[in-house]
């Protein structure tokens, strides 16, 4: 019998379509993965748990986890190398004439703004991991070694975007390396539950027109009430280094002649 070829739409290529599953199935065994180790390192205490207690909660086994992960720190920290992945991206997307600095300080401001796909640190407990980082050594290490690859990529864009060697001129770094160090400082500062001073802000004034606030500035729009604040602790800490640099500027002083 012929089939009319109008009645069925051209077939989808399979191998796209077994690619596409395979790579939704592998996010979301290392997605559950990792909320398992952070999970139980937060109820039991990093020490007293295993690659095969996490592989346990995830329902894996140890060998899909080690398809995944080195170790228990590295798949409780994913979501920092997920958040660095990001940064990077919206960094790519800034304006070509933006000032590195001011680039890599938006870029932050809009993924901690960023309602569709939010960061990371809006989940329950990401306050309290951050916080066990600065405790165990174990986790402040894989933390470090997640955190310094993000910076890497991050020091190559800003190269590409000044069109120079990121070897020999020292700019990308030094950029990436105040800039992500005022992230990094504020997120600690978060952690340990500092809060933002929002002395400065107009009480009359939109909240939504705020310095400091973000379209996710809601409290219902967070799984962590907690999280609103961190956005405006990042302002105020980006608005600290350029304070202090501008200061350091005004008081240059002309190298004295050796003569």
Known sequence: MKVNEDTFPDPVPAQDGVEDRRQRKARQTRDALAAAALDLI??????????????????????????????????????????????????RARPADEPPLLAYRRAVADWLADRENPASHIRPRMRALLALVDTEPALFAAYERIRVDAQEESIRIIADRLAVDDVRDLRPAVVVDAAAGVLTAALRAWARGIQADHSDADPDADPGERRDAHPGDRPEDHHDPDAVDLAALVEQAYDALMGEAALAASHRTTPVSGK
């Open 42 to 91: 937060l109820e039991r205490g990093l020490a007293d748990v295993t690659v095969g207690a996490v592989a346990d909660r995830a329902d894996v086994t140890r060998r899909t986890f080690s398809r995944h992960f080195v170790g228990k720190e590295d798949a409780a920290l994913d979501f920092v190398r997920g958040d660095g992945g990001r940064i990077n991206a919206l960094l």
